[in-house]
């Protein structure tokens, strides 16, 4: 059991934002403070301090920020994907790193016609209870898919391999777009234009620095592979 959280918590990557304290039952008392114009990100459910303190801002503004923080926390795989001189291009990559880092769990970019899927599925064969990761992947791959996209992008369906949770609500409010539980298979599926899509150019610097990262990380992954 410990071995599988321990291989769930490498490839979950979360980043939270608080706006108010939380108080313990036992205590009925908030746990820390802040102003009511103030906001912290990445502050810890029981209020561990957070990365940085400020003014509220606008909602998109703030998921940039913390979409690329979890990125660059994602390492090689989640900065590739900016690379790219399209969208289309820039998921391929993050796909192509994502599964030879990952031994838990795959990425696939499958296009049939008008429509593009991005499949997210466990691969773990000792993972029998996959409903968390199987809606924190997809959450993440629709992340990912608005920061390259823009906030613009939306899904034509979610499908999920998963039970229906007790409450859609957080469903509806985040992805905006039809859900379908007890799927065959967990994706965003969307309308494949948004492959064609420019990406923004990247400092050359910059760029530098995350392909000699991945080209450091696909070496040592590919020796410990049989000759």
């Keep these: 059991c ?15 934002v ?35 303190r400020g003014p509220l801002r606008p909602a998109d503004e703030v998921v940039d920020e913390i979409m690329d923080a979890i990125l660059a926390e994602m390492g090689a795989a989640g900065q590739i994907a900016r690379l790219g001189a399209t969208v289309g291009e820039g998921l391929r990559s993050f796909a192509e790193h994502f599964n030879l880092q990952s031994t838990a769990s795959t990425v696939s970019l499958v296009t049939s016609g008008p429509y593009t899927r991005l499949v997210y599925a466990v691969s773990g064969y000792d993972m029998s209870a996959t409903h968390h990761a199987q809606i924190g992947g997809v959450t993440i791959a629709f992340n990912i898919l608005q920061d390259l996209c823009g906030r613009t ?15 859609l609500r957080p469903f509806n409010q985040h992805f905006r777009a039809p859900l379908r539980f007890d799927y065959d298979e967990s994706a965003l599926v969307f309308a ?3 492959l064609d899509r420019p990406l923004p150019p990247v400092d050359p ?6 392909e000699a990262l991945v080209r450091a990380q696909r070496a040592a992954i590919l020796a410990d592979f049989p000759a």
Excluded at 2 to 16: L, P
Excluded at 29 to 48: Q, V, Y
Excluded at 153 to 167: E, F, G, H, I, M
Aim: net charge positive.
């Design 192 to 194: 494949s234009h948004w």
């Design 2 to 16: 410990e071995r599988i959280a321990r291989k769930a918590n490498d490839h979950t990557f979360t980043m939270g």
């Design 18 to 52: 608080a706006l108010s304290p939380c108080s313990l039952p036992q205590t009925r008392k908030p746990n820390f403070s802040i102003g009511d114009d103030e906001m912290e990100i990445g502050m810890g459910i029981h209020g561990e301090p957070g990365v940085r």
């Design 205 to 210: 610097l910059v760029r530098q620095r995350i």
């Design 153 to 167: 992008w939306r899904p034509t369906v979610v499908t999920l391999a998963t039970r229906a949770p007790s409450s």
